[in-house]
């Protein structure tokens, strides 16, 4: 088990450290662990200057409420900072697992704050200063990481911490340091200070293998995941908040003009633009690769003032993929926003068929369908058929849409 401190995942939850662990998981080496109270102090660094920006906002805006000569609205619209939490603390849930610190452990903190136990300390004592006790945070981090090693006999925990001016870089440690980790056996607790250790232990650089690369965002499984990922992304919903809004910008393929649509209706269908930087580790037997690839997406979309339809966007992501692990599937590490697809992009992607019919739906009412059909190979030389109905805008409810493959 690789267990954190908080200043490993200071700078976010999406960045090159997080693809490493993300890789060393995925290759199924080690697991990866984040201590309740770090994990608390990653979303209190979200949350406090959010909230701070938003009192500074509202401040200002009640001011030039009073300046202003006519009526403007008193308040700013009130944000959720318990939502807002609740988004980086699932954020950072998805860089490793969360270990709970129990009443115990967070009562053993205390207790070492109080009496300056380390890692605990005095700090700004100056002259009549007696200055003030802090740490249990820094305990209950360590006491979560010595008590798992503890209770797990049969794993190693890799405790990575950039923070030696308090948890030291490894034995000896001070007392009651060393006292908790009397009952793990010698090499059974390993302690790093950077991740460039953690690399040199699990991963070794390797040279991409292009060809393979390719092979693999080509494939169907690949694209299934960049659909999905795009819809739960992106998906549409009247009820959605402005934290988890699906809205993008686009091309409506009718007209080929720009569009400022409400999410996905549905998943859409993925073509492979481009590929861009690849970087490649062999850990243990395999290959892993972290990638940027650029995609077209084209698919049904939701409009404000207008009934639906087919869109195109383009949309970067970094992907991690195994090109000698054919069993692995490929994760999405993170993306960028959708883009509106340009010309080339779309003369690029499967041609699309209009069609347009009037149906008469169970009430006796006429509408017009509009069909939309592109045609696909697949790797057995079979055509696979994908089908879109949107109805007109006075029928919004009848929105239907069909697959055939």
Request: charged residues 25%; contains cysteine; glycine residues 4%.
């Given at each position: ?6 200043n490993?995942?200071?700078k976010g939850p ?13 290759a199924?080496?080690e697991?990866v662990?984040i ?8 979303v209190?660094?979200r949350v ?11 401040e200002a805006w009640a001011?030039i ?9 008193q308040?700013l619209?009130?944000?959720?900072v ?5 988004h980086?603390r699932?954020r950072?849930e998805?860089?490793?697992?969360t ?10 903190a ?10 605990c ?6 002259g ?7 740490g249990a ?5 360590w006491?979560?990481?010595t008590r ?7 794993e190693?925990?890799y405790f990575?911490?950039?923070?030696t ?11 009651p ?11 059974r607790?390993v302690?790093l ?6 690399v ?8 991409p293998d292009?060809d ?16 999905h ?9 009247r009820?959605r908040?402005?934290l ?7 091309t ?7 569009a400022?649509v409400r ?5 859409p ?15 243990g037997?395999?290959v892993?690769?972290s ?8 698919g049904?979309?939701?409009?404000r003032?207008?009934?639906?339809q087919?869109v195109?966007?383009n949309?970067e992501t970094?992907?991690l993929i195994s090109?000698?692990?054919g069993?692995?599937?490929?994760s999405?590490?993170?993306s960028?926003?959708p ?5 080339e992009?779309?003369q690029a ?9 009037p149906?008469t739906n169970d009430?006796g009412?006429?509408?017009?369908r509009?069909t939309y059909?592109?045609y ?5 030389g079979?055509r696979i058929?994908y089908i ?10 009848y ?5 055939e493959?």
């Open positions: 088990m690789i267990i954190l401190d908080t490993i995942l200071h999406d960045t090159v450290t997080t693809d490493l662990l993300k890789t060393i998981q995925a199924g080496v697991r662990g201590p309740s109270i770090a994990l608390e102090e990653l209190a660094q406090n200057p959010y909230r701070a920006r938003y009192e500074g906002a509202v001011k409420a009073v300046d202003t000569p006519w009526n403007l609205p308040t619209p009130k944000v959720d318990r939502r807002y939490a609740h980086w699932r950072y998805q860089v490793g697992e270990l709970l610190a129990d009443e115990s452990i967070l009562h053993e205390m207790v070492r704050e109080m009496n300056l136990l380390p890692p300390k005095l700090v700004a004592a100056d009549d200063n007696k200055g003030h006790k802090i945070r820094d305990a209950a981090i006491l979560t990481a798992y090693a503890e209770e797990h006999p049969d190693t925990v990575v911490s950039a923070n001016r308090d948890f030291g870089s490894g034995a000896p440690y001070p007392h340091m060393r006292i908790d980790l009397g009952g793990v056996d010698e090499g607790f302690h200070t950077n991740v460039n250790e953690l040199e232990l699990f991963a070794k650089k390797a040279t292009d393979a690369v390719r092979a693999v965002l080509e494939s169907p499984s690949t694209a299934r995941l960049i659909g990922e795009a819809f739960r992304y992106w998906k549409s919903s009820f908040q402005p988890t809004s699906g809205r993008f910008e686009a409506a393929l009718r007209n080929h003009e720009p400022a999410g996905w209706s549905r998943r269908r993925t073509t492979l633009n481009s590929i861009g930087d690849v970087k490649a580790h062999s850990i037997p395999h892993w690769c990638v940027v690839a650029d995609w077209t997406l084209i049904p979309a939701d409009f003032a207008s009934t639906p087919l195109s966007c949309w970094r992907i090109t000698t692990q069993d692995s599937e490929p999405l590490l993170r960028a926003p883009q509106p697809a340009t010309a992009q779309l992607a499967p041609p699309w068929d209009l069609e347009m019919s149906h009430l009412e006429r509408y017009t509009t059909r592109t696909e190979e697949n790797g057995d079979e058929t879109v109905n949107v109805p007109d805008e006075d029928n919004r409810r929105y239907s849409l069909e697959e493959e």
